[in-house]
């Protein structure tokens, strides 16, 4: 079994250790399989499996980027909320420096894929918004985000290499928007 022990905010070097979570045999955190909420994933851990619907009704799943992409995996709180609307438009901004065929940028919410549908049409965005609609949360709770007083996703981003371990973390509280260039210098180090 493995164990995860402490909640920090990666980007920042502060955080508390809290209580010690153990996973199932295997090793591997499941977005599918997930009963309970776990602290935030950190820098070196594996990548917890996602399988979810973009706005499209596709399926997105991270298991089939393994290999080939590195991921830029962020959660955001709500679709046509300020902040989050900033940050998508500045992500979609900087696609060309962020997203290339050895990079893939996925944006989860816990909004409905009708919801991101029209968001994203709305605000002319060209990279897959996912949705942790049903089971409400499922992947948000999986990497450790979902603010359960809220319903929704803080603002956790998580750089994801091509072997599926997660290089990069910072988690933001609701207010708070992310800096994008640091997923620039995160995905450079790869």
């Not at 909640?7 to 209580?19: K, Q």
């Not at 992947?139 to 319903?151: H, Q, W």
């Not at 956790?156 to 091509?162: A, K, L």
């Amino acid at each position: 079994m493995r164990t995860f022990s402490a909640a920090r905010n990666h980007h920042r070097g502060r955080g508390e250790l809290r209580e010690k979570r153990v996973l199932p045999a295997g090793g591997r955190r499941s977005a599918t399989t997930m009963a309970e909420p776990f602290m935030p994933i950190h820098a070196g851990d594996p990548a917890p499996d996602v399988r979810l619907k973009d706005q499209h009704g596709r399926s997105v799943d991270l298991a089939d980027l393994r290999g080939r992409k590195n991921v830029v995996l962020m959660f955001f709180p709500f679709a046509f909320t300020s902040v989050c609307t900033g940050e998508l438009q500045a992500v979609q901004g900087e696609l060309p420096s962020l997203q290339s065929e050895h990079t893939q940028v996925l944006a989860v919410s816990c909004d409905s894929m009708h919801a991101l549908r029209a968001f994203s049409d709305a605000e002319r965005l060209d990279f897959p918004l996912l949705s942790d609609f049903w089971p409400h949360g499922t992947v948000s709770r999986a990497y450790g985000v979902f603010a359960e007083d809220k319903g929704c996703a803080l603002r956790g981003t998580f750089v994801i290499d091509r072997q599926g371990v997660v290089r990069w973390t910072v988690v933001n509280g609701l207010p708070d928007a992310r800096d994008l260039h640091e997923y620039a210098k995160a995905l450079a180090a790869l």
